[in-house]
Every structure is written in C-alpha cells, then in structure tokens.
C-alpha cells in the first residue's frame, strides 16, 4: 500500500493544556479525505530545512491526540532542551502551515485482558489518553504516568477502577526510571494483564526487562515502545532503535 500524500495542514489554534504541554490544532482544504476514527494513530510533521528541491525535510512523530470532522489535535510536550518540533508549537501561529503525512497505525492495548496497564511519561501521554478512554466501562488496572511538574497532571476519562498513579520527574536522565519503581511498587493483580507502555528509551528497556523477565507477560499482550531517547535527536534515536529491536530478536 503507498503511503499517503502529506498534506499542508492550516494552525487554527494553539493553546497550553499544562505548563509543559502545549496543543496545537490543526485543519484546513487538505484534511477533508482525512481518514476518520485516527486518535492514537501517528503522524509525521515534516519542517523544512535548506534550500533546493534535494532539500530533505526534518520529520518528527506525534500522536493524533482527538479527531473532529475538520479538525485533529496534537500534542507537544515541551523538554528542558527543545527540539525543532516542540520550538515550532510553542511559537506556531494561526493561519501558520505545516507539512504531515501520515496516518500510520493505531497503537491500541490488547483488550482481551482481566486486568490493564498503561505505563508512559508526557510523550506518550495522547496515546496513553485515547486507551484509556476506549477501555470498556468495567475494566480495572492502573495507569502510570510520568510528568514535570505537579501543574502537569491532566483529568483524564477512564473506567472507575483504573487508578491513576501520578510520578513526578522534573529531570529525566539516563539512569533512572521512576516509571519502573513505581510500577514494581503496584499490587500485581491476579489473571492475565494487557500491558501498554511508551517512554524514554532506557526506561522502555528497564521496564520491557521487568514485563517480559519478571512478570513474563506474553507478546500478544504487550505493546513496548521508545518515544525519545535522552540527550538525542529524533534520527539519532531512530537509529538506536532499529539496533537495539534486531538484538532482542
């Protein structure tokens, strides 16, 4: 299947949900064949850079955070040291435009499941969001979230017994992983858990160690992913990535 054409999408508004979480809201002519039911899909926002028609773009990914019939939100969460995306939505403008392809795939947790995890600092926090709310009414487990700042935390529609554990990080690093000591802290409930997680890359491989070592929770019941990597660009991680998936294979 080809790819989608990227569109040039119009900024219709921008706005802080939380001191380091900036949405920016996007529409315009291009999204009209937009494919509908798209929240938690990603999507690549494409910056120009140089000059010349050889002149690559520099592509970053983002979530779909909600969909409307015109219109689809995405959210920024802003680090201590900004890259070129993030800079873009806290100076974006409207009537600014920006190149996006995509859609790509959803990534939804299993919902075949007796019990629920959904584990993921500020960058994932629109995905972590859009499964919560797509849980079925009696769903129990919990939800690990890792922000900022105390201002950071968001109300978030979710089933009445997924509880929400809320860890603050004003400083992500490299060697440590409040997300995994708060979830080793958490009362490991009986039957068979659907686990979600998406962080920083050396806490996605801290808690991917504990999920499929420790607490053996099948592939079909776990979705693990790194967002970012600590001190690296989008490619540099990219990268990283890519070796570090073909040394687990």
Same mark, same amino acid.
């Given at each position: ?14 706005? =802080? ?12 002519? !291009? ?21 010349? !028609? ?24 802003? &680090? $201590? ?19 996006? +392809?995509?859609? +790509?795939?959803? *990534? ?33 487990? =919990? ?9 950071? *935390? ?16 004003? &400083?992500?690093?490299?060697? /440590? /992983? ?5 979830? *080793? ?16 890359? &050396? ?6 160690? =504990?999920?499929?070592? !420790? ?11 790194? =967002? ?5 660009? !989008? ?7 890519? $070796?570090?998936?073909?040394?687990? $294979?």
């Amino acid at each position: 299947m080809a790819k989608p054409t990227p569109r040039l999408l119009d900024v219709i508004d921008r706005k =802080y949900l939380t001191p380091n979480m900036c949405r920016v809201t996007l529409g315009g002519a !291009e999204l009209i064949d937009f494919p509908a039911d798209q929240e938690s899909a990603y999507i690549k926002l494409m910056f120009p850079q140089g000059q010349g !028609e050889d002149a690559r773009p520099l592509v970053r990914t983002y979530t779909v955070s909600i969909q409307r019939d015109d219109e689809i939100d995405v959210d920024f969460a802003l &680090h $201590e040291t900004e890259g070129p995306a993030s800079t873009w939505a806290r100076n974006a403008q409207v009537g600014d435009q920006v190149l996006v +392809g995509g859609p +790509g795939p959803k *990534k939804l947790i299993n919902n075949e499941a007796d019990w629920f995890l959904l584990v993921g600092d500020m960058t994932a926090l629109p995905a972590i969001t859009v499964n919560l709310a797509q849980l079925p009414d009696d769903a129990r487990g =919990y939800a690990v979230i890792e922000v900022t700042t105390e201002a950071d *935390k968001q109300p978030l529609k979710k089933p009445d017994n997924v509880d929400i554990h809320w860890v603050i990080n004003a &400083h992500p690093n490299a060697e /440590s /992983s409040p997300l995994l000591e708060c979830v *080793k802290a958490l009362n490991w409930l009986a039957g068979q858990p659907a686990v979600w997680a998406a962080c920083e890359f &050396h806490s996605m491989r801290a808690l991917r160690q =504990y999920f499929k070592v !420790e607490r053996a929770v099948p592939k079909t019941h776990l979705y693990i992913s790194s =967002y970012w990597k600590f001190d690296s660009t !989008e490619d540099q991680h990219k990268i990283v990535k890519q $070796e570090d998936a073909q040394s687990i $294979e």
